[in-house]
């Protein structure tokens, strides 16, 4: 796309006319056009594909703790000391009994999340008749996030109902390596792609303000567009005490929506999700339901978004938005 001369505006009008960006393409205008203009070609982009609905899910942590790999930023890896609680996959019912409660509320998805380079063995069996128990007793749609799978297990994870499945790329393949050292960027790759290969529709993001620059979090955008990534998390890094990433200061509110208008206008038709770091934005994210995110992880989560399901639910309302089709 030619982008030399163009307003925000005109670029998004050319987005919904069908063109799409691309790492060849000059993106420069991200950077220097006021966020104002941004954020309206943003808003312009998700009211054509998105309509009014936001797209609400919520997780719960199925296994917490002890993990072997060294995310820096992650309070679950065993090589950092944050004290948090760790225990063992929990019992189907238990978790059952929360998707019962989200469900209630109306939220459009329901993930089980668990510590770890892969879960395995044993705790994956659980994982499995836990999830054909939700399948069973509810009509909520099931997402997971287990980590580096087989084509065995993302096989399994389908036939149980899970028909979404959670792994983010975290940052740029250049920046990766700053984060994490135990396993590579291909192999998250890799593990995108085997779950899309059998059926799954795939959640992928990231995690802003771990050191990274915007040309960054661009490079992450275009990974993601190039992928088909249909749900995209943006995290606002929260430092935990404890972790390698712990010094490190919160984004302004500026920086974190600049970010999400430029996800939208590289991945127009999907679902650009806020996650962590809510909090750091007025209103808790309201202005950015209205210029580039159309969803958002509510509720309990793995890390404070400051947010909750009805909270969320009359912040919609407020705007003329809806979780429902």
Same mark, same amino acid.
């Given at each position: 796309?030619? @982008?030399?001369?163009?307003?925000?505006?005109?670029?998004?009008?050319?987005?919904?006319?069908?063109?799409?960006?691309?790492?060849?393409?000059?993106?420069?205008?991200? &950077? %220097?056009?006021?966020?104002?203009?941004? #954020?309206?070609?943003?808003?312009?982009?998700?009211?054509?594909?998105?309509?009014?609905?936001?797209?609400?899910? @919520?997780?719960?942590?199925? *296994?917490?703790?002890?993990?072997?790999?060294?995310?820096?930023?992650?309070? #679950? +890896?065993?090589?950092? *000391?944050?004290?948090?609680?760790?225990?063992?996959?929990?019992?189907? *019912?238990?978790?059952? @009994?929360?998707?019962?409660?989200?469900?209630?509320?109306?939220?459009?998805?329901? +993930?089980?999340? %668990?510590?770890?380079?892969?879960? +395995?063995?044993?705790?994956?069996?659980?994982?499995?008749? !836990?999830?054909?128990?939700?399948?069973?007793? /509810?009509?909520?749609?099931?997402?997971?996030?287990?980590?580096? &799978?087989?084509?065995? #297990?993302?096989?399994?994870?389908? !036939?149980?109902?899970?028909?979404?499945?959670?792994?983010?790329?975290? %940052?740029?393949?250049?920046?990766?390596?700053?984060?994490?050292?135990?396993?590579?960027?291909?192999?998250?790759?890799?593990?995108?792609? &085997? !779950?899309?290969?059998?059926?799954?529709?795939?959640?992928?993001?990231?995690?802003?303000?771990?050191?990274?620059?915007? +040309?960054?979090?661009?490079?992450?955008?275009?990974?993601? !567009?190039?992928?088909?990534?249909?749900?995209?998390?943006?995290?606002?890094?929260?430092?935990?005490?404890?972790?390698?990433?712990?010094?490190?200061?919160?984004?302004?509110?500026?920086?974190?929506?600049?970010?999400?208008?430029?996800?939208?206008?590289?991945?127009?038709?999907?679902?650009?999700?806020?996650?962590? $770091?809510?909090?750091? &934005?007025?209103?808790?994210?309201?202005?950015?339901?209205?210029?580039?995110?159309?969803?958002?992880? @509510?509720?309990?989560?793995?890390?404070?978004?400051?947010? %909750?399901?009805? $909270?969320? /639910?009359?912040? /919609? #309302?407020?705007?003329?938005?809806?979780?429902?089709?």
């Amino acid at each position: 796309m030619d @982008t030399k001369n163009l307003t925000a505006e005109k670029i998004a009008e050319k987005i919904i006319s069908g063109e799409r960006l691309t790492r060849k393409d000059d993106v420069g205008f991200f &950077l %220097t056009t006021p966020l104002e203009e941004l #954020q309206h070609g943003a808003h312009l982009i998700q009211k054509n594909f998105c309509g009014n609905h936001i797209d609400l899910c @919520t997780i719960i942590n199925g *296994k917490s703790g002890r993990c072997g790999e060294d995310c820096k930023y992650c309070a #679950q +890896s065993a090589r950092h *000391k944050t004290g948090i609680d760790e225990y063992n996959f929990l019992p189907a *019912k238990e978790i059952l @009994t929360a998707a019962k409660v989200n469900e209630k509320f109306g939220v459009n998805r329901f +993930s089980i999340v %668990t510590s770890g380079r892969a879960l +395995s063995g044993k705790d994956f069996d659980k994982a499995i008749a !836990a999830y054909e128990l939700l399948r069973k007793n /509810l009509k909520i749609d099931l997402c997971a996030s287990h980590g580096i &799978l087989t084509a065995e #297990q993302f096989k399994r994870l389908r !036939a149980a109902g899970v028909k979404s499945y959670h792994h983010n790329i975290e %940052t740029s393949r250049r920046f990766f390596p700053q984060i994490c050292t135990t396993h590579t960027f291909d192999d998250r790759i890799n593990t995108i792609k &085997l !779950a899309q290969k059998f059926g799954l529709n795939v959640c992928s993001g990231g995690i802003i303000g771990m050191g990274e620059n915007f +040309s960054d979090r661009i490079d992450m955008a275009f990974e993601l !567009a190039e992928l088909k990534i249909e749900s995209i998390p943006i995290n606002a890094l929260m430092a935990v005490k404890g972790t390698a990433l712990e010094n490190l200061s919160p984004l302004s509110a500026e920086e974190i929506l600049r970010t999400i208008a430029i996800f939208r206008f590289i991945n127009p038709t999907a679902n650009i999700r806020l996650a962590a $770091g809510r909090k750091l &934005l007025p209103d808790k994210g309201a202005s950015a339901f209205l210029n580039g995110a159309s969803a958002s992880i @509510t509720g309990n989560m793995l890390t404070t978004s400051g947010t %909750t399901i009805k $909270g969320d /639910l009359e912040i /919609l #309302q407020s705007l003329g938005l809806t979780n429902r089709d």
